[in-house]
């Protein structure tokens, strides 16, 4: 069981060892095969290194900001959650993770929904939200694996294919797709930003004055607007709040610091991107042409980013503000109150702003990321309570496939008893049937 838990836990050997398939399958050479494999799993790193930089440069801003503006509440963190679902039902966890994968690329071979899930965390994430659902509505041993496979593979399949439409229209082709357990956020703000915005005016098409020449460089312009986020909530928060995290140094040059920082790491995560998608898209032609025909691989979110460096800000922003002003809401509508994670807010607003801009320009992102930073705060605070009779007292997850997955099955349950669970089990099958039987949708890009 430990070593299905560390090899989900590792997505850097998850996409390596899909490149090197589809490599092989391709009968490339054994050169081409080491480098392209290695090349994958470097780029990966990469990105994951400038992704783990990003938040922890946040992960100082957060306390601040909560110090700052008195926010008290409960945080979403998907870490949390893990952490006690592992104690409580580690071996289905781990199971429910292998087989679920297997699901995948089973739905992905028989049927026209052709996306196979790539984003390892993510997959753990889930994995641990339905074996301790199931485990509370009286699943168990094999029943519970095998149920909760299928509702796995099922969503890592279903989840992309929500998003496609949205993300071909950032791409420009359909090589690659969403792989991120937030299509409910990522699909609503293209469908929004589609009837409030206007594509032709593009965040990435802002006209910059001359004189603010400097501001077409996207690796400064992230800089400067992080820096002004950074040094007026440090300026606003305790200074012994501060003082505590930066070891004393002079709080505005801290918050100076911590803001290029996460500019650096954003400039990595693009880097590790581009060097990623430079092998493993020729390698899963191997995948697609002799395994999986016409598949697609879904991968994080970041991957889409270098599409729109600047949507990327505008989605971030815009999604902060709609979380705090849901966070000010949740006690008028009898909810628990949860804090804005900024490390949700910047990685879904992001993923949110670069699709929404392309359907909808710069208004729609703005508007789209407001609502899509309101329901990353107003779904945890649905689903708290469920997880809190599930035995995870003030954890919950932070994206919103988690909270809705997670409210479905419960609410289900609890209205129709595992009767329900069996019958969104019959839903999912009979789609699936459908998929598999009705003509594959030509699509033009």
Known sequence: MNFIYSFFNQPAIIIGLIAFIGLVALKKPVTKIITGTGKTVIGFLILSSGGDIISGALETLGPAFEDAFNV?????????????????????????????????????????????????HHILFMSALL?????????????????????????????????????RNVTGNDNIAMGHFNAANYALSGWISKLVGNKEKSTEDLKIPEGLGFFRDNTISTAIVMIIIYVLTFLFADSAVIGEMSGGDNIVMFAITQALTFTAGFVIVLQGVRMMLAEIVPAFKGISEKIVPDSKPALDVPVIFPYGPNSVLVGFVSSVVGGFLMFLLLPLLNLPVIIPGLIPLFF??????????????????????????????????????LLGDLGFTNSTFGDSDFAVVGIVLGYFYNWFGKVGIYGIVAILVAYFIYSAVRPAKKIEV
């Not at 979403?76 to 297997?102: D, H, K």
């Not at 199931?134 to 969503?155: K, Y």
């Not at 992102?365 to 605070?381: D, F, H, K, M, V």
């Open 348 to 385: 879904v607003g992001a993923g949110s702003g670069v699709l929404a801009n392309a359907t909808g320009g710069r208004r729609g992102a703005i508007i789209s990321g407001i609502i899509n930073g309101a329901l990353l705060i107003l779904l945890p605070a649905i689903l708290l309570p």
């Open 131 to 167: 074996a301790a659902v199931l485990g509370t509505a009286g699943f168990s041993g094999v029943e519970l694996v095998a149920i909760g496979a299928f509702l796995l593979g099922s969503f890592m399949a279903i989840s992309p294919a929500i998003v496609q439409p949205f993300y």
């Open 72 to 120: 008290q509440g409960v945080i979403p963190a998907n870490e949390a959650v893990i952490g006690i679902a592992e104690n409580l039902l580690g071996t289905e966890m781990s199971l429910i993770m292998a087989f679920g994968f297997i699901m995948n690329i089973l739905i992905a071979r028989l049927t026209n929904i052709k996306y196979i899930f790539l984003s390892g």
